[in-house]
T-cell receptor, first 115, second 113 residues
Framework: DAKTTQPPSMDCAEGRAANLPCNHSTISGNEYVYWYRQIHSQGPQYIIH???NNETNEMASLIITEDRKSSTLILPHATLRDTAVYYC????????????????FGTGTRLLVSP | EPEVTQTPSHQVTQMGQEVILRCVPISNHLYFYWYRQILGQKVEFLVSFYNNEISEKSEIFDDQFSVERPDGSNFTLKIRSTKLEDSAMYFC???????????FGPGTRLTVT
């Protein structure tokens, strides 16, 4: 699995957009970008994933650069409950059956949302 | 919304004792995982399990560890003889066939004294 690099911490004001960057310059063509978060030692929570197109769901948007070497997770209107550690994970997904594939967590970005 | 559950939420045990951590994955999920997180450190993969057998395990998952799905609903992690360094949060996760997101349980905090 390709390695990812994230800033150790970021701050964001409540109600503003939080933009969390991730570098994955060694990503290969059959690897997806996943984002998970962990709120205060709770179990990690899936946020979103993508291959090369930008993705949006009810939680966030994922912007992947055209060369796929970096991505940005966007929380459009951050709330205090979004304070968490955010993990960017690159994972091979070249087969329909993805169940065997463990997640390899880095140290992530600690996002602090302030009033 | 279905969720992964884990019991107990906190387990305190003495060094050398056996512990069993229990997980109930989401009912239609077929792949199961255990991860652990030592306080202040990364979440680390321990083992994955499918079709009643281990599909992958990490170096951490030595002979002291075992997993079992005894009754089609529970998924357990057993540590035979606990060590102080086994103190950590243990997370269970599961995933359905063909899907992408692993669902994690709330974790069991294991404290070995």
């Amino acid at each position: 699995d390709a390695k990812t690099t994230q800033p150790p911490s970021m701050d964001c004001a409540e109600g503003r957009a939080a933009n969390l960057p991730c570098n994955h310059s060694t990503i290969s063509g059959n690897e997806y970008v996943y984002w998970y978060r962990q709120i205060h030692s709770q179990g990690p929570q899936y946020i979103i994933h993508g291959l090369k197109n930008n993705e949006t769901n009810e939680m966030a948007s994922l912007i992947i650069t055209e060369d796929r070497k970096s991505s940005t997770l966007i929380l459009p209107h951050a709330t205090l409950r979004d304070t968490a550690v955010y993990y960017c994970i690159v994972r091979f997904a070249g087969r329909v059956n993805t169940g065997f594939q463990k997640l390899v967590f880095g140290t992530g970005t600690r996002l602090l949302v302030s009033p | 919304e279905p969720e992964v559950t884990q019991t107990p939420s906190h387990q305190v045990t003495q060094m050398g004792q056996e512990v069993i951590l229990r997980c109930v994955p989401i009912s239609n999920h077929l792949y199961f995982y255990w991860y652990r997180q030592i306080l202040g450190q990364k979440v680390e993969f321990l083992v994955s399990f499918y079709n009643n057998e281990i599909s992958e395990k990490s170096e951490i998952f030595d002979d002291q560890f075992s997993v079992e799905r005894p009754d089609g609903s529970n998924f357990t992690l057993k540590i035979r003889s606990t060590k102080l360094e086994d103190s950590a949060m243990y997370f269970c996760a599961s995933i359905a066939l063909g899907l992408y997101e692993q669902y994690f349980g709330p974790g069991t905090r294991l404290t070995v004294t």
